[in-house]
């Protein structure tokens, strides 16, 4: 297979984007991305969307985006693995290019999420969980995992107030992201006193729904001329059970460990050579599973890093340096393309106040329901 | 990239399956591959589906079923396109395989269509087409195809009857197919006299709806010692504007040309080389408008093939031997899979009483929409 660089990103302000429709945010984040690249068209496009058959009666996005957008006649198809939808569009692009189908493919990751109401929009989420064994006993996609949070509070002793700083690290680094849904820091109190949604998640746990999109242009890295060229150093995805109930141990992600695993060995890297790492902060306690199982924290012990201030731009693993799902907001299929588009931006240098230092490898990872679905990916700046 | 075989296929027959889930169908189709294959594992598994999160609730059908089926860490997505979403998630696969990425893939098409009111079906199919410029019109996809056909007839100077042959042929062809959903004969007369449903498209123009799954299993041509050994020729996807209205000549399927010129050329034949066609007849005027975008007849003249008896099994390409869309039925996301099955059925020689004599070439096309997105595949037996 061949190496595949990004050539160019693009995406939109997560936001309640009433005044625009679903094409019309892919759209601008795709020719973003193109302009950035300095293309004009590319050979396929892959799309990552969770809803619009749902929430804007509208699916077979390939041909409708690649028709928007200008793209006639060309490959295009949608990929969906709930939240993960994003980074599985990716991955699709980035195969079709290395395995020399196309020269050029764009990745488009689109979600609208404010047009309909909110408790359609919590059914609508709900279809990421197993229908017949979760969701049919009552419970909502927020309610799984808060039972996952309640569990491992007791386990590992961690009380709620503990999580903050998952929260206000997101929140502090999304003041500086011009595209960021939320603009507005956290302090700890204020962390505590927000509302409940299912206990023991509250408020400022929980990622906010959002319209969004972001793209990028990937190309053979041979082609690249553009400098710091960043590269795809691995693509990797795993399943678990879809029921969190079927896991032999809920309170490990399997998936993520196994692809961040594979990635690790792709890459030839470990955690400790990542300078960056975007992760699926959903709700808190996923911030927590997934440094877990991506190696960075003992079992129990993600919690840790976020009270011993690791997480910051300035710690041992900078997270969320962007906002996270938590500030940048969570437009669930076009998520997995924000932290790739925020991972290059790290890599480029582009991040002012909130730029890591000298990054030169940063991850991304992106989970699809309560880590059934997980693809993590690693980009080097050559 | 590597050259892909066919090893194994499996379906479940298409029918209103209310004592089984989407899961048990899926399953079915999946483990009956399998076994044809005779292997107990496989490296990746790619979902072809369009309806289930409006119908089942459900999302997410890559770790769904890789759970279901045993599959337990692989990696696994869905892949929707309409009605073209089958083959669109074989394509993936085919690709994970000819790029080296995995060493075995399986595709799975599967949809559950019955459990929920006709109209609610109705209108969840409409998604296939342009909500804001074509759906917000009060348009149903039948409607659409309904619109296209009146035109054709205009243009062209055809009548209604003209088109029962393509309805008369495929309900012979599923009489032998135990898997078809209609095992009933039609008459010229019974095609006249059915009930209407869009002017000028009847009950008898129209393709059924039904549960069904479909699976098959692909690895690297070069491992295949099973005979005949049934390989991928060609693999092509292109794309039109999603609306109909958009199109310079709304009678033409620009994407299939151009995706089955592209897979001719990838094959190294022409139309004259094949013994088979399993094309997409949803409605009788996309099975004379996919004659004719194929090379197979002039413009406006697909419906002659039928009228000259050109299209049975011992005509000059025999279309829908085991039923096509029409008779064995169209359980939209699994289609494009249950055309693969079909054709490699017709090159292992099993297909009886309307096997079509020394067939060595044959060609699946799957459409979705109204010809907005279309993969072909090729495949031949060595």
Request: hydrophobic share 45%; glycine share 10%; net charge negative.
């Amino acid at each position: 297979m061949r190496k595949t660089a990004i050539l160019g990103i693009g995406q939109t302000k997560v936001d309640e984007h009433w005044d625009k429709s679903l094409r019309e945010i892919g759209g601008e984040a795709a020719f973003l991305a193109m302009q950035d690249a300095g293309v004009d068209r590319v050979d396929a496009l892959y799309v990552g969307n969770m809803l619009s058959s749902m929430v804007s009666g509208q699916n077979q996005l390939g041909a409708f985006f690649s028709d928007w957008i200008g793209l006639w006649q060309r490959e295009s198809v949608k990929i969906e693995a709930a939240c993960g939808s994003g980074a599985a569009a990716f991955r699709s692009a980035l195969m079709a290019v290395a395995a020399g189908d196309v020269e050029s493919a764009l990745a488009v990751g689109a979600e609208k999420m404010t047009d309909k109401a909110g408790r359609d929009v919590t059914a609508a989420l709900a279809t990421a969980a197993d229908a017949d064994y979760e969701v049919e006993q009552g419970v909502s996609f927020v309610g799984i995992n808060a039972l996952v949070m309640r569990r491992y509070m007791h386990e590992f002793g961690w009380k709620h107030e503990d999580f903050a700083p998952f929260s206000i690290n997101a929140h502090a680094n999304a003041m500086h992201n011009p595209f960021a849904r939320l603009h507005e820091k956290v302090s700890a109190e204020k962390f505590e006193k927000s509302s409940m949604i299912a206990t023991p998640i509250n408020l400022m746990d929980a990622s906010p729904v959002g319209d969004g999109a972001a793209a990028v242009v990937i190309v053979p890295a041979e082609k690249v001329l553009r400098q710091p060229k960043v590269v795809v150093a691995a693509s990797a995805a795993a399943t678990d059970t879809i029921a969190v109930h079927s896991r032999k141990n809920p309170l490990f992600l399997n998936a993520a460990y196994l692809s961040s695993k594979r990635a690790y060995t792709m890459a030839g890297v470990t955690p400790d050579d990542l300078d960056v790492f975007e992760l699926h902060d959903a709700f808190s306690i996923m911030a927590a599973l997934s440094l877990e199982a991506t190696g960075f924290a003992e079992r129990g012990g993600g919690v840790r890093l976020g009270l011993e201030n690791q997480i910051g731009v300035r710690g041992k693993i900078p997270i969320c340096t962007r906002g996270g799902l938590k500030a940048r907001g969570h437009p669930v299929g076009a998520t997995g393309v924000y932290q790739i588009v925020e991972v290059v931006q790290q890599l480029r240098g582009e991040c002012g106040a909130t730029q890591v230092e000298g990054a030169s490898v940063g991850m991304a990872q992106n989970i699809g329901g309560s880590g059934a679905t997980v693809l993590t990916h690693i980009l080097r700046r050559e």
